[in-house]
């Protein structure tokens, strides 16, 4: 069975300071892991999408993500953070058995502080 | 390139009503899904389309809710009656064959009294 999980339900940086969102996934297929983000009363947009083709993906806005199959782990970073980064970011693993469906984490709410 | 829309974006209801959320998916996209998000439970699968035909549904909460898919650019998810526990954000995505990425729309937040 599959499962995310996002080790901090809140993260507070300060703008300029490099910024970590922790997720590890659990799953029994090779996985397709990804990162949303969700700014205020506003739908979910894609920030990057790992395949397996590169264990560090890069994303838009500046952020990436290292696949680490050993720890089971896709963490998302950014080297500075800005004050527009302030939002909801999901983890998500898609099973690749042909279900296409999401399992999502229960969310991180990043605060950038001036 | 126009996303995935949904109407309305807001819906605001008296307990008993019926109501209908509609989604437009990215043309070409042959999946469709529906989440609903609430603050207690996160975001949760209610059902998804796969050329237009309902393949899971275990994610519908209870008979008051129905989804349907007429053609491949339109899905309506109904609630009828409403009720307050209803009230929620719900998303409509949708996905190419052979990718597994989902394309949100921006959302209906739908308010029952």
């Known amino acids: 069975a599959q499962s995310v999980t996002q080790l901090d339900s809140h993260v507070s940086v300060s703008e300029g300071t490099p910024v970590l969102l922790r997720c590890n996934y659990s799953?029994?297929?090779?996985?397709?892991l990804f990162w949303y983000v969700q700014h205020p009363n506003k739908g979910l947009q894609l920030l990057l999408k790992?395949?397996?083709?590169?264990?560090l993906v890069k994303g838009i806005n500046g952020f990436e993500a290292e696949f680490k199959k050993s720890e089971t782990s896709f963490h998302l970073t950014k080297p500075s953070a800005h004050m527009s980064d302030a939002a909801e970011y999901f983890c998500?693993?898609?099973?690749?058995?042909?279900?296409?469906?999401?399992?999502f984490g229960t969310g991180t709410r990043l605060k950038v502080l001036a | 390139d126009a996303g995935v829309i949904q109407s309305p974006r807001h819906e605001v209801t008296e307990m008993g009503q019926e109501v209908t959320l509609r989604c437009k998916p990215i043309?070409?996209?042959?999946?469709l899904f529906w989440y609903r998000q609430t603050m207690m439970r996160g975001l949760e699968l209610l059902i998804y389309?796969?050329?237009?035909?309902?393949?899971?549904d275990s994610g519908m909460p209870e008979d008051r809710f129905s989804a349907k898919m007429p053609n491949a650019s339109f899905s309506t998810l109904k609630i009828q009656p409403s009720e307050p526990r209803d009230s929620a954000v719900y998303f409509c995505?949708?996905?190419?064959?052979?990718?597994?990425?989902?394309?949100f729309g921006p959302g209906t937040r739908l308010t029952v009294l």
């Open positions: 043309s070409g996209h042959d999946y």
């Open positions: 995505a949708s996905s190419l064959f052979g990718t597994d990425t989902q394309y």
């Open positions: 790992y395949t397996s083709a590169a264990t």
């Open positions: 799953s029994s297929y090779s996985p397709s």
């Open positions: 998500v693993v898609s099973e690749r058995a042909g279900t296409y469906k999401y399992i």
């Open positions: 389309f796969n050329n237009n035909v309902p393949i899971d």
